[in-house]
């Protein structure tokens, strides 16, 4: 902008100038074409006892699938505003030291969810009553009309998960193998069909994929022998001997005893703001 400056021309003696007043601050220059990032005071907080887990364990492998398409919603949740693990600090230091263990003997652990915010069981209940969404039926609950997972136990309305003291997860075989990326749209395949056929999961065979609302997932499943058996019995091992508990109904889910948040359901998002 140009600015011009006009100066007095007339013949009668002119007061002498008094001082120019401060000139005001322009505005900050704009840096990039990138929103500025969103102050902290616009995301709700992490109270204190959660943390993300890659600063407790960045050894720990994750693919938060309700940050992704790839579940059984078909879309990523509410609340997942970034694909992070956050949990209880008893919890992620628990997990630490099941993987130093599992490290030696040739595993990393892999998390599928971690802490879950209300407003993803919220959508879930949503999603569990729209009876004409059918579309990640094939590969999730592809025996059971999605009315009864949560009378089968499949979903929790108020779950631990919520409460920053439950997590869903797997053992992977060191190195790590690459993991394809789903593509919304693709053909489907029962979660509950034989490794190989079902979708391709970088983790060790546990029997089934992870969420698969089928009976076969059922921790103590008498179908599920051979590696696999052996397989959830190593995850399960690991992780009772450092103090969680396994949930029957899913082999992936583990509960920290003694939570410490019992009662508290919380709603912060997972968002690395939220740790500001
Ligand atoms: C939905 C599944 N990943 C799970 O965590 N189920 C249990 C029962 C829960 O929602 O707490
Ligand atoms: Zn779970």
């Known amino acids: 902008m140009a600015f011009v400056l006009v100066t007095a021309a007339c013949g009668t003696?002119?007061?002498?100038p008094s001082p120019a007043p401060p000139a005001p601050a322009p505005p900050p220059a704009p840096s990039s074409s990138a929103p500025p990032p969103a102050p902290a005071t616009q995301v709700k907080q992490a109270p204190d006892g959660f943390v993300r887990l890659r600063d407790v364990d960045p050894s720990i492998v994750e693919e938060v699938r309700y940050a992704t398409p790839h579940n059984f919603t078909g879309d990523p949740v509410p609340g997942y505003d970034e694909p992070m693990c956050v949990l209880t600090r008893r919890l992620a230091e628990a997990l630490r030291e099941a993987q130093q263990g599992l490290v030696a003997q040739g595993y990393t652990l892999k998390v599928y969810d971690c802490y879950r915010p209300q407003q993803a069981d919220d959508r879930f209940v949503e999603w569990a009553k729209d009876v004409?969404?059918?579309r990640m039926k094939d590969e999730f609950y592809p025996g059971?009309?999605?009315s009864q997972l949560y009378s089968a136990g499949y979903i929790a309305e108020n779950s631990g998960h919520s409460r920053g003291s439950s997590v869903d997860l797997t053992l992977v075989r060191l190195p790590?193998?690459?993991q394809r990326a789903y593509v919304p749209g693709?053909?489907?395949a029962s979660c509950a069909a034989p490794v190989g056929q079902r979708f391709p999961d970088n983790g060790v065979d546990m029997g089934t994929g992870f969420d698969c609302f089928d009976d076969r997932a059922h921790t103590d499943d008498p179908r599920v022998t051979g590696e696999a058996r052996a397989n959830r019995e190593k995850l399960h091992d690991a992780l009772t001997a450092v103090?969680?508990?396994g949930y029957t109904g899913e082999w992936w889910h583990?509960?920290?005893p003694q939570e410490p948040f019992p009662d508290e359901y919380f709603d912060f998002p997972v968002n690395s703001a939220a740790f500001r």
């Open 243 to 245: 103090g969680l508990k």
């Open 254 to 256: 583990f509960n920290l």
């Open 13 to 16: 003696a002119a007061p002498p």
């Open 132 to 134: 004409g969404d059918q």
């Open 144 to 146: 059971l009309d999605k």
């Open 176 to 178: 790590v193998p690459p």
């Open 186 to 188: 693709e053909p489907l």
